[in-house]
């Protein structure tokens, strides 16, 4: 982003809406007002540069899984070639916050979460012909699938029971 020119109104509106995210959300993020991220998407003030760099890093964040997660399915496409595939999201803010907190700080609202997942739901369609499907985690039957097959809380086990949701 050049120091110049930053991005612009319509810019502002499409970045916050390619992430799901309401006015509030952005302003939370951004740490500001919901009346100053109407402004910016308005035209009225542009945004601050913190605001843009913090929104585009954000971005980023979200590419960089798509393309990490992407690469790993598709290493293990190589041995396994299996076509279909399930991914964890969370429903609520209050599980993603429980079940994934080491992404945080990277993006702090599960709607960024699962725009990166819904993203490598369309890279894998696209790129690798892989079928993803979205799972919501529901807690309560994912703790029962853990002490029916006494596995703990991981990452990998969240995988596996999204894999019986199929």
């Given at each position: 982003?050049?120091?110049?020119?930053?991005?612009?109104?319509?810019?502002?509106?499409?970045?916050?809406?390619?992430?799901?995210?309401?006015?509030?959300?952005?302003?939370?993020?951004?740490?500001?007002?919901?009346?100053?991220?109407?402004?910016?998407?308005?035209?009225?003030?542009?945004?601050?540069?913190?605001?843009?760099?913090?929104?585009?890093?954000?971005?980023?964040?979200?590419?960089?899984?798509?393309?990490?997660?992407?690469?790993?399915?598709?290493?293990?496409?190589?041995?396994?070639?299996?076509?279909?595939?399930?991914?964890?999201?969370?429903?609520?803010?209050?599980l993603y916050n429980q079940y994934n907190p080491e992404f945080?700080?990277?993006?702090?609202?599960?709607?960024?979460?699962?725009?990166?997942?819904?993203?490598?739901?369309?890279?894998?369609?696209?790129?690798?012909?892989?079928?993803?499907?979205?799972?919501?985690?529901?807690?309560?039957a994912y703790k029962a699938y853990r002490a029916d097959n006494?596995?703990?809380?991981?990452?990998?086990?969240?995988?596996?029971?999204?894999?019986?949701?199929?």
């Open positions: 982003m050049s120091k110049e020119s930053g991005l612009n109104a319509i810019e502002m509106l499409c970045l916050r809406q390619s992430f799901g995210l309401s006015i509030e959300q952005v302003a939370l993020i951004t740490k500001t007002t919901a009346e100053a991220v109407t402004a910016w998407e308005a035209g009225e003030t542009s945004a601050p540069v913190p605001a843009q760099k913090k929104l585009l890093e954000i971005d980023d964040i979200i590419e960089m899984q798509v393309l990490n997660t992407t690469d790993g399915i598709e290493e293990l496409f190589k041995k396994e070639p299996k076509r279909r595939l399930a991914f964890v999201v969370y429903p609520t803010q209050a945080l700080s990277s993006l702090p609202l599960t709607e960024l979460y699962n725009t990166a997942a819904w993203r490598i739901k369309k890279e894998c369609k696209l790129v690798l012909e892989v079928d993803v499907s979205l799972i919501a985690l529901d807690a309560e006494g596995m703990s809380e991981s990452r990998e086990s969240r995988a596996k029971w999204a894999a019986t949701q199929l």
